[in-house]
């Protein structure tokens, strides 16, 4: 039967949790807690950017962190009410928009979210959040590397099966426009009709995101390897930065509009 095309995320959403995510999130969690803890201000409040199915906001919260997730994806929003339940609140945006205006402890965004962000939406969206850190919070997050660039381009081809799904994922890398076209496309699903999802993604150079960073108010950036106390190297394909918000930068205004960001 032909996979019919959706909207990215729409029919993912319901399948993300068993054919895309490996079983990272509490080693990735505790990464970002110790992080937390060796503030000298606590960390008690978490705003979750691009939550998508709520996996790293309920490892979050079970560590005793008040957390509110943003996605735009109405469906992935679903699955994350279902599991965090009253244990988060969960809001409906779009980057650069964030739907809330309190100010927290520390931003978080993992698993490729930023990565749906091209360079103006990056910087507008790093203002965004930066407006909603207090001084001195944190902001972490990943983002893909030169070298994932590269290996997908050499690689444009997955395919597998997980928890009775069968699935292919092709990908189209732009290594001049540093694009990456990717079809996900579930050929048997264990629940439902086969379908397909079309999603565009960019790779952000190191250059590119320390700049857009100053420029949004933080400092002291780190970068590691996928969630470690590793530095970066050559074979590094998820990078995740660590950045605090300048307790000297002043803080300014951001004006945004609605874009096309698609939830992760």
Not at 47 to 66: K, N
Not at 91 to 114: H, K, W
Not at 156 to 185: H, K, L, M, W
Not at 225 to 237: A, G, M, N, R
Request: net charge negative; aromatic share 8%.
């Amino acid at each position: 039967m032909a996979a019919d095309r959706v909207e990215p995320y729409a029919r993912l959403a319901g399948v993300y949790d068993e054919i895309v995510v490996d079983p990272c999130y509490p080693r990735w969690a505790d990464f970002i807690v110790d992080r937390f803890r060796s503030s000298s201000a606590a960390v008690d409040t978490v705003l979750d950017v691009c939550c998508g199915t709520g996996l790293l906001a309920a490892e979050l919260v079970s560590h005793g962190y008040r957390v509110v997730g943003v996605d735009s994806s109405p469906a992935m929003l679903t699955r994350a009410e279902a599991l965090l339940g009253p244990e988060a609140t969960l809001v409906a945006a779009t980057l650069p928009e964030l739907g809330v205006d309190t100010i927290f402890d520390a931003a978080i965004s993992t698993f490729d979210g930023l990565n749906y962000l091209t360079r103006s939406d990056l910087g507008l969206s790093l203002a965004a959040i930066a407006e909603r850190v207090r001084p001195d919070g944190w902001f972490i997050f990943d983002l893909h590397t030169d070298t994932m660039m590269r290996f997908t381009a050499a690689n444009p081809v997955v395919s597998g099966e997980a928890a009775g799904n069968r699935f292919v994922i092709t990908s189209e890398v732009d290594q001049i426009a540093r694009s990456c076209d990717t079809t996900i496309e579930v050929i048997e699903a264990r629940r439902g009709e086969p379908f397909s999802e079309r999603h565009r993604q960019y790779f952000h150079s190191a250059e590119t995101v320390r700049a857009e960073l100053a420029a949004a108010g933080f400092d002291d950036v780190q970068v590691f390897d996928e969630y470690s106390d590793q530095p970066i190297d050559d074979v590094t394909l998820r990078a995740t930065w660590t950045a605090r918000r300048s307790t000297r930068h002043p803080r300014r205004l951001v004006e945004t509009t609605p874009g096309t960001t698609e939830g992760r």
